[in-house]
């Protein structure tokens, strides 16, 4: 059969180049169109805050409800940050979320490392014992943790909301997998080098563990800054509060002024929201690959 009983008849050719030159070639992927309404959806209520903290409280009060500020009103800054309490409360939160993360950052890989290659009598009943406790809901613990730290004397202290959060079953069960799946050749090459386990542990895996390391930090983070529940619990005295504990001073039995909780709770937000745009990229790596193995 000659070359030319293979090659495709001008016509055909034509016809393929038509169809080639028809298609719409958009510069995104079209799955964008799809996302992108999504995204505006679950944005909407972020938008709907922001502007509502430069609202005065008489048009967030109107109805129908304004959706755009006739003019810029600054007054729930002014009230949020003129505040004398509001720096301590930011300081207090600051400090308790920060202590989490680093807490779990480091219990949480100890933990990780020893469930993925440690063997010992009862590792899988320890496992299945502490990941059964994330299905326990918060109010039946609540009580019980109430009276141990006031056995230990953190009651109305910011101890008191940072040792509950020392280490958590998720960031242990989240260590775990995303070790499982990383290859034993380069922690043998350690060993044989005559590393211990904890030099290998953060010389060779834990450099390995950024997207693990960036999500346990994220997700930490986000569930400290943003717990309330608890230090209305644990916290009296407003010198101790935590900002989303302070911000619920501005409503009042009669009177809420609503411009300073919008003011407030944009700047609740931010720290939040630069945090997990600084580490989405590793935070979709981490859930990704923590599935690998099980």
Known sequence: MSATADSPSPSTARRAGGAQRGRIRLPFSAWH??????????????????????????????????????????????????????????????????????????????????????????????????LATMAIPFQLTMIPTFLVMKQLGLIDTLGALIVPSLVTPF???????????????????????????????????LPLSRPALSTVAVLTFLTTWNDLTWPLIAINHDTQYTLQLGLTTFQGQHHTRWSAVMAGNVITVLPVLLAFLFAQKSFIQSITSSGIKG
């Open 33 to 130: 169109l799809l996302l992108a309404p999504l995204a505006l959806v679950f944005a909407v209520p972020l938008i709907w805050l922001l502007l509502s903290s430069v609202m005065s409280d008489a048009e967030i009060n109107r109805f129908p409800p304004a959706l755009w500020p006739s003019e810029i009103d600054l007054g729930g800054y002014r009230y949020v940050l003129g505040n004398a309490m509001f720096p301590r409360w930011f300081a207090n939160s600051l400090i308790v979320s920060v202590a989490a993360v680093a807490s779990n950052l480091l219990l949480g890989a100890l933990g990780g490392y020893a469930f993925a290659r440690m063997r010992f009598a009862g590792s899988r009943i320890l496992m299945a014992l502490m």
């Open 171 to 205: 960031a242990v069960f989240l260590f775990r997998q995303f070790f499982l799946s990383l290859p034993r050749e380069l922690e043998e090459a350690a060993w044989m080098d005559g590393c211990s386990r904890l030099r290998v542990l953060f010389l060779v895996v």
